[in-house]
């Protein structure tokens, strides 16, 4: 049978272990930055990174922080979302959606809310026919 575990990365090699899978969806970071990044979105924004184990083995990877804005009260942003791409369409994405959807209630937050890139058309169909997600903005961007 298939053992399915949700573990909180917080140690330096936890980290590391769910970069080959985190480097499939941020493709522009190296290792470095990556850890880098990690920890200060830990240290600054109360960052949480969890994977989805099967037998052992990182599958899924699910990042996410608590925020409050005006618009959305106080809510869960998801940062990052990734399957394994080998491993896609098994439900492990549904299943860490899922725990942070409990983890968020628990906490006392209002919803959860993410931002897809316009190219993951997938990822949108997934959102919101599979995770009965709505669409309700754009996400605007300006580098400086």
């Not at 200060?40 to 037998?55: G, H, I, T, V, W």
């Not at 005006?70 to 869960?76: A, S, V």
């Not at 492990?92 to 190219?119: D, F, M, P, R, T």
Request: aromatic share 14%; glycine share 4%.
């Amino acid at each position: 049978m298939n053992e399915l575990t949700i573990k909180r990365l917080q140690s330096r090699d936890e980290i590391v272990e769910a970069y080959p899978i985190m480097k499939q969806l941020r493709t522009h970071l190296d290792e470095v930055t990556y850890l880098e990044l990690v920890y200060e979105a830990q240290e600054k924004d109360c960052y949480q990174l969890f994977a989805l184990k099967s037998e052992g083995e990182i599958v899924a990877v699910i990042g996410f922080k608590p925020m409050i804005t005006l618009y959305y009260g106080r809510f869960i942003w998801v940062c990052d979302l990734v399957t394994d791409t080998t491993k896609r369409s098994s439900g492990y994405g549904e299943k860490l959606l899922i725990y942070v959807h409990e983890w968020a209630k628990e906490n006392s937050y209002e919803s959860v809310a993410l931002s897809s890139g316009l190219q993951r058309v997938d990822a949108h169909r997934f959102y919101e026919e599979k995770m009965d997600y709505d669409k309700v903005s754009y996400v605007f961007k300006k580098s400086l």
